[in-house]
């Protein structure tokens, strides 16, 4: 099935302005769809006025589909008395009440042009099942009527309005609906604006009341606009979402003023109770800030066991037993650095480039002690999941001391940490020193180092590769991590 963006660019001459309207208009349809308990279809105009193409469509949550498939892509060519044909050429709302028959359900169908500019970009397509149609009432009477108004400001193209609707935390019709007078006053709310309200503590009737008192004194609730809303006051002359709020919970409400020949015609606010989620949210928060204080208690423990070593370092008499503390203080800083890094972060990822600087800067501070040397990272890692973050530290600590302690041995040199990433995402860590070089016959495998032991372990765990090779045309080494794309997502 062809996307809504594909059938505006292979069938229509529309501008691009029509496009991103249509575009912004379908992701607000639901409101027209739901209060008149109708599936809805976007007919497009073609090159050939006389054909049509179906660009997006939606079904109704408020009632029973009256599309059994799915008919984006589909045209209309050439068919002269079809609604939609005769609400594009008279610019209005065509409808037809004989219950046509669609896979054998009676069918009540309308035509909505939407004009811009003087030109009709569109034709919204309305069915409504009859055989699902509900037993009229205030909910159902006043549904029906926000519909007609909606219909008709979609006709003059001053539908919808900005700023748009969020689809994952704006209130919808199912969640709650209030309509109101231009001066705020209910004139009615559906059972599940009801309940919202009263997990705000109201205890009285709705209808009369007004709705900013209802929602702020009444019930002593404060309120709070919500992005992109553009004003701070409850405004019921503009679009905005705010949140009202008290000890016994959250409702969301979406305020939208409603227009009808040119003249207001109400409010319509949609409401949610998002008391549950507030309470998700400041769980979540709480876990997160127990997370990053584990994060910080472990680095300061990581610290205190690395200046431990480095004291000990300094007592020792054996040069060999002096490096190898110092070797494993490195390691120890290695891993502070990252839970450091973590204990400052609200992601599950780390900037990584901020860590493999301090692990330089530790790893260079005890190659100083013997002078000349340099470490310096060339390139970026990134981003770098935190579950993988701890196992690259040590990595990268024990290549560089490797190339600095081995490669360049006692002459003075730097050695070049170079990240980057390769055209399938890998991490590709290269660090090279511009020292001897290997010897001949060096065979990896066979090497008794432990700091080539760690590297060929840890990388073995990220299903990477690890390998070593001389510069080529160049004296020293370089030691070569790569670390698959899949292991480094978040």
């Known amino acids: ?50 054909v049509f193409w179906a660009a997006a469509q939606r079904r109704p949550v408020t009632g029973p589909t009256a599309l059994e498939d799915d008919v984006v892509g ?29 896979a054998g359900i009676p069918v ?21 099942n009859q055989m699902g149609v509900r037993a009229p009432g205030a909910m159902e009477d006043c549904y029906l009527e926000v519909a007609e108004i909606l219909a008709d400001m ?20 199912g969640d709650g609906l209030v309509y109101a007078t231009d001066s705020g006053v209910i004139s009615y709310a559906s059972p599940n604006a009801v309940s919202a309200y009263r997990r705000l503590g109201l205890v009285g009737d709705m209808l009369g009341e007004g709705i ?46 409603l227009s009808q020949a040119g003249h207001r015609a109400g409010v319509l606010v949609t409401c949610r109770d998002i008391t549950e989620l507030r309470d998700r949210e400041r769980e979540l928060v709480t876990k997160d800030a127990t997370i990053r204080e584990i994060h910080h208690r472990v680095k300061n423990n990581l610290q205190t066991v690395a200046a431990l070593l480095r ?9 060999e037993a002096e490096s190898a503390l110092y070797d494993a203080m490195s390691r120890v800083q290695s891993i502070a650095v990252v839970h450091e890094i973590l204990s400052q972060s609200f992601d599950e990822a780390a900037q990584f480039d901020e860590v493999a600087d301090k692990i330089l800067q530790t790893v260079g501070d005890v190659a100083s002690t013997r002078g000349g040397l340099r470490a310096k990272r060339q390139g970026s890692f990134g981003l770098v999941p935190a579950k993988v973050a701890t196992s690259l530290s040590l990595i990268m600590t024990e290549l560089c001391q490797n190339a600095l302690e081995h490669g360049l041995g006692d002459r003075a040199g730097e050695v070049f940490v170079r990240p980057r990433r390769d055209a399938h995402g890998a991490l590709v860590l290269d660090v090279v020193d511009q020292g001897a070089g290997l010897p ?34 160049a004296p020293g080494a370089t030691s070569r991590v790569i670390v698959p794309a899949e292991t480094l997502r978040v």
């Open 1 to 50: 099935m062809l996307s809504m963006s594909e059938v505006l660019a292979e069938h229509t001459v529309l501008g691009e302005d029509d496009r991103i309207w249509l575009t912004a208009f379908v992701r607000e349809w639901h409101l027209l769809s739901d209060t008149s308990f109708s599936d809805l279809v976007l007919w497009v105009p073609d090159a050939d006025e006389n």
């Open 74 to 102: 589909d045209d209309i060519s050439y068919e002269p008395d079809s609604l939609v044909v005769e609400a594009y050429l008279s610019r209005e709302i065509s409808e037809t009440s004989n219950n046509k028959l669609q």
């Open 108 to 128: 009540d169908v309308w035509a909505i042009p939407i004009i811009r500019h003087g030109e009709v970009i569109g034709i919204v397509e309305r069915h409504t």
């Open 154 to 173: 979609v006709r003059h193209g001053i539908y919808p309005i900005h700023p748009p609707s969020d689809p994952t935390t704006s209130p919808r019709v």
């Open 212 to 257: 900013r008192e209802l929602s702020t004194t009444a019930v002593g609730a404060a309120i709070s606009p919500v992005a992109p809303t553009t004003g701070h006051d409850f405004d019921l002359g503009s679009v905005g979402e705010f949140d009202t709020q008290n000890e016994h919970g959250c409702v969301r409400l979406r305020v939208m003023p």
């Open 311 to 319: 004291l000990q370092a300094r007592r020792c008499h054996s040069a």
């Open 440 to 473: 001949e016959g060096f065979v990896m495998g066979a090497s008794d180092s432990l700091g080539t032991s760690i590297v060929t372990t840890l990388v073995a765990d990220l299903g990477g590769e690890f390998t070593l090779f001389n510069n080529p045309g």
